[in-house]
């Protein structure tokens, strides 16, 4: 019979989680439990922000005015599809590292157990939220239509999310893991990416 006790403990204002296991349970078995973990987060992780993208590809381009007219756009225009892929790719890993390192998803009610400094988030703290924006930015290049109206409300959002993750998501972090979320504060920027990624010493 296996006993698994999970722990959070408290080391420096940051948050770990220690597995302990009964004397009976085979060491051979702890990395494949705690391998299936990760894919079980890594999967959640997934579904939860593979739900945020479609909604929000079901919202976004009536929002904007876009129109696929592949005849009649510019040849040039078509070069912002390229970040907008790399943007939307790199959304998509910072989704999976929420799983697979963080053990939860982008979603508030089932939020990362560990601190999440790998890939992308060793050069700017909201890789995410960039991603997505660069995504989407690219895509209204290719098909959107500026107006003023639209281009205040995309400011507004932009302004939404800075919001946001000033007085909801950097609180909660620093609450959650302390010392840990303090340092890397100090040392990689909320929205501009440094140029090499930063490593914990």
Known sequence: ???????????????????????????????????????????AALAVGGAFFALWFWLLPGWLGFRVETAGTARWLWLAAIPSVLGFAVALRCIWDFGWTGRGTPAPFAPPQRLVVVGFYRYVRNPMYVGFAVGWIGLWVVFGHANPRVIAAVAAVALGVHLFVLLYEEPTLRKKFGADYEEYCRNVRRWWPRVRGWDKS
């Open 1 to 43: 019979m296996r006993l698994t006790i999970l722990e959070h403990n408290v080391c420096d204002g940051g948050l770990t989680m220690t597995h302990a296991h009964s004397s009976g349970a085979p060491a051979q078995e702890r990395p494949e439990h705690e391998r299936l973990e990760k894919w079980l987060s890594a999967a």
